[in-house]
């Protein structure tokens, strides 16, 4: 997360000075306060302290990354070479001793605000040149996303046609059908297909991102969407299917999903529906999946519970899973191995994920740092026992949809399981800062305090509701659910979220570092999104969300 300052030569190749002096340091320093309202004072309840050493470089990171490139990798992923006016002749790192961010060395970073969320991150914010140097598309890549995107269409008439035309009631013709891409998340493609004679008659085709078996269990997924649908939360699945990296065929839920600004409207129906999700009667154990089943490094793949019926939450095995991960890319970083290398020089399977020509960036980020505070923060969530229920895990505004009728749905699936209800609620909470990292976006007290009561009242029906249905089966007069005090149910809930969302940071910080590593960006800049997120998880920047 941290830049190593040591002068050594650049882990991107070629000599650099990432040393600065004290002052330069401390300015850094006084710029990350910044950032937070609370400065140095990261922990609520805690001793007034300065942060670790490796915050003060943050920033050094980011008004430098564009300074730090290799001209190797310049030349191998951008065809537009810098102009003149707006960077330095040379596009490799500054010389020893050189400040980093000199103005002239410095391309689209303004001194006079350095925080993280207000830097551009996001489609329409960067320029096509700036995004071929972070790893993006060339004009040749865009006519061959345009062709498979065709061939992704073409399949997914082709496996409707074969396997759902039935449910559809359809003919078994995949001329019979039209296809459309749908925007979604970054871990799958989604695709609409409908019938020609009947558009009514649709259905949902989910393809599985390249390798994300390596920490998503998809037996373990295909359990959980089941057992949501039926309980009315999930959509219907009706098949699924192997090629091309496997996916499944669901229902179509007609709606659009939200936008982060959409997020304070719905928030009462988004609490309501979490807690009808978190209310689903069910035990870790029915997810559970074989025990032979292993990820392609013969470890047990995110979310199977291996241990005992009393299995652990899913949240820290996702964790310390992309925690690994991301420790061997930088292994392989260091070693200078290439995506073909494998660490006992052998070569990998032909399905080994590729590597960006940027993937050594990841040395840039001290993961020390990002373990240390994941442990501190497992040890106080320990303390905070928040239940374990079935949850979302990934409530970004994307997954959200608002259906024809007005009403709040949530889809995919890919991160959910048995994980402490604190964690959902906080990652939703953290989730309206978009892909911007724009914290500022976040509830404020008046409104989590809102979203918590709805969501506890929710929560209240739902248990009756099932209280009754069960004293109706045992001819028994049901009891009026003794329950505390609301607010001081809200109280107990506000300090619950606090400990789990600077764990949402580091979780979505440590994902979009796997993502930088393998896939060219077309819709985000995941280093950038990486960096903010981290850094987020070390230096809080909304203090009513912290811990």
Request: with cysteine; hydrophobic share 35%.
């Given at each position: 997360?941290?830049l190593?300052?040591?002068?050594?030569?650049s882990?991107?190749?070629?000599?650099?000075?990432?040393?600065?002096?004290?002052?330069?340091?401390?300015?850094?320093?006084?710029?990350?306060?910044?950032?937070?309202?609370?400065?140095?004072d990261?922990?609520?309840?805690?001793?007034?302290h300065?942060?670790?050493?490796?915050?003060?470089?943050?920033?050094?990171?980011?008004?430098?990354?564009?300074c730090?490139?290799?001209?190797?990798?310049?030349?191998?992923?951008?065809?537009?070479?810098?102009?003149?006016?707006?960077?330095?002749?040379?596009?490799?790192?500054?010389?020893?001793?050189?400040?980093?961010?000199?103005?002239?060395?410095?391309?689209?970073?303004?001194?006079?605000?350095?925080?993280?969320?207000?830097?551009?991150t996001?489609?329409?914010?960067?320029?096509?040149?700036?995004?071929?140097?972070?790893?993006?598309?060339?004009?040749?890549?865009?006519?061959?996303n345009?062709?498979?995107?065709?061939?992704?269409?073409?399949?997914?008439?082709?496996?409707?046609?074969?396997?759902?035309?039935a449910?559809?009631?359809?003919?078994?013709?995949?001329?019979?059908?039209?296809?459309?891409?749908?925007?979604?998340?970054?871990?799958?493609?989604?695709?609409?297909?409908w019938?020609?004679?009947?558009?009514?008659?649709?259905?949902?085709?989910?393809?599985?991102?390249?390798?994300t078996?390596?920490?998503i269990c998809?037996?373990?997924?295909?359990?959980?969407?089941?057992?949501?649908?039926?309980n009315?939360?999930?959509?219907?699945?009706?098949?699924?299917?192997?090629?091309?990296?496997?996916?499944?065929?669901?229902?179509?839920?007609?709606?659009?999903?939200?936008?982060?600004?959409?997020?304070?409207?719905?928030?009462?129906?988004?609490?309501?529906?979490?807690a009808?999700?978190?209310?689903?009667?069910?035990?870790?154990?029915?997810?559970?999946?074989?025990?032979?089943?292993?990820?392609?490094?013969?470890?047990?793949?995110?979310?199977?519970?291996?241990?005992?019926?009393?299995?652990?939450?899913d949240?820290?095995?996702?964790?310390?899973?992309?925690?690994?991960?991301?420790?061997?890319?930088?292994?392989?970083?260091?070693?200078?191995?290439?995506?073909e290398?494998?660490?006992?020089?052998?070569?990998?399977p032909?399905?080994?994920p590729?590597?960006?020509?940027?993937?050594?960036?990841?040395?840039?980020?001290?993961?020390r740092?990002?373990?240390?505070?994941?442990?501190?923060?497992?040890?106080?969530?320990?303390?905070?026992?928040?239940?374990?229920?079935?949850?979302?895990?990934?409530?970004?505004?994307?997954?959200?949809?608002?259906?024809?009728?007005?009403?709040?749905?949530?889809?995919?699936?890919?991160?959910?399981?048995?994980?402490?209800?604190?964690?959902?609620?906080?990652?939703?909470?953290?989730?309206?800062?978009?892909?911007e990292?724009?914290?500022?976006?976040?509830?404020?007290?008046?409104?989590?305090?809102?979203?918590?009561?709805?969501?506890?009242?929710?929560?209240?029906?739902?248990?009756?509701?099932?209280?009754?249905a069960?004293?109706?089966?045992?001819?028994?007069?049901?009891?009026?659910?003794?329950?505390?005090d609301?607010?001081?149910?809200?109280?107990?809930?506000?300090?619950?979220?606090?400990?789990?969302f600077?764990?949402?940071?580091?979780?979505?910080?440590?994902?979009?570092?796997?993502?930088?590593?393998?896939?060219?960006?077309?819709?985000?800049?995941?280093?950038r999104?990486?960096?903010?997120?981290?850094?987020?998880?070390?230096v809080?920047?909304?203090?009513?969300?912290?811990?």
């Amino acid at each position: 997360m941290a830049l190593h300052t040591a002068c050594t030569p650049s882990p991107l190749g070629g000599a650099a000075s990432a040393s600065r002096s004290s002052s330069e340091a401390a300015n850094s320093a006084a710029s990350l306060s910044a950032v937070s309202p609370r400065g140095s004072d990261w922990r609520q309840g805690g001793a007034l302290h300065a942060p670790s050493g490796s915050v003060q470089t943050f920033l050094a990171y980011e008004v430098s990354r564009e300074c730090r490139m290799t001209s190797k990798a310049e030349r191998t992923s951008s065809s537009t070479p810098f102009s003149s006016a707006s960077s330095p002749t040379h596009a490799g790192s500054p010389k020893a001793g050189e400040h980093c961010c000199a103005a002239e060395n410095c391309r689209g970073v303004e001194r006079r605000d350095l925080s993280p969320s207000s830097l551009p991150t996001s489609r329409g914010e960067v320029s096509a040149s700036r995004r071929e140097l972070n790893g993006g598309e060339e004009e040749s890549e865009v006519a061959a996303n345009e062709e498979e995107l065709a061939e992704t269409l073409s399949k997914a008439k082709d496996i409707v046609a074969r396997l759902a035309a039935a449910r559809l009631g359809v003919e078994p013709d995949a001329k019979l059908l039209e296809a459309e891409a749908v925007e979604v998340g970054s871990t799958n493609r989604m695709v609409h297909v409908w019938s020609r004679r009947d558009p009514k008659k649709s259905c949902a085709v989910k393809f599985f991102g390249k390798h994300t078996g390596k920490y998503i269990c998809r037996d373990k997924e295909l359990r959980l969407l089941r057992l949501l649908g039926a309980n009315d939360v999930g959509k219907e699945i009706f098949a699924t299917f192997e090629e091309g990296g496997g996916g499944l065929i669901e229902s179509w839920l007609a709606g659009s999903s939200l936008e982060p600004s959409d997020l304070h409207r719905e928030a009462a129906k988004i609490a309501s529906e979490m807690a009808r999700m978190h209310a689903i009667d069910a035990k870790p154990q029915c997810l559970l999946v074989s025990p032979t089943s292993r990820d392609s490094r013969g470890e047990p793949a995110i979310g199977e519970a291996l241990a005992s019926p009393e299995a652990t939450s899913d949240l820290w095995k996702h964790l310390f899973k992309f925690l690994k991960l991301c420790k061997e890319e930088q292994e392989r970083a260091r070693r200078g191995e290439d995506s073909e290398a494998s660490s006992d020089g052998c070569e990998e399977p032909a399905d080994s994920p590729k590597r960006t020509v940027f993937s050594r960036r990841i040395l840039l980020f001290d993961l020390r740092t990002v373990e240390e505070r994941l442990r501190e923060l497992h040890a106080l969530a320990s303390e905070v026992q928040s239940p374990v229920v079935l949850c979302h895990g990934d409530l970004l505004s994307g997954n959200i949809i608002k259906t024809d009728e007005g009403e709040v749905r949530f889809i995919d699936f890919d991160y959910s399981g048995f994980m402490e209800r604190g964690f959902d609620i906080a990652n939703h909470f953290a989730e309206y800062s978009g892909v911007e990292c724009d914290f500022s976006r976040c509830p404020s007290e008046e409104e989590r305090d809102a979203f918590l009561r709805t969501y506890l009242r929710a929560l209240r029906r739902q248990r009756e509701r099932k209280a009754k249905a069960a004293a109706a089966e045992t001819q028994a007069s049901a009891q009026p659910a003794q329950e505390e005090d609301l607010e001081a149910e809200v109280a107990a809930l506000r300090r619950e979220i606090n400990v789990f969302f600077p764990l949402s940071n580091i979780l979505w910080g440590l994902w979009a570092l796997i993502q930088a590593v393998h896939v060219k960006p077309r819709e985000m800049n995941y280093w950038r999104f990486a960096f903010d997120r981290l850094a987020a998880a070390v230096v809080p920047p909304v203090p009513h969300l912290s811990f």
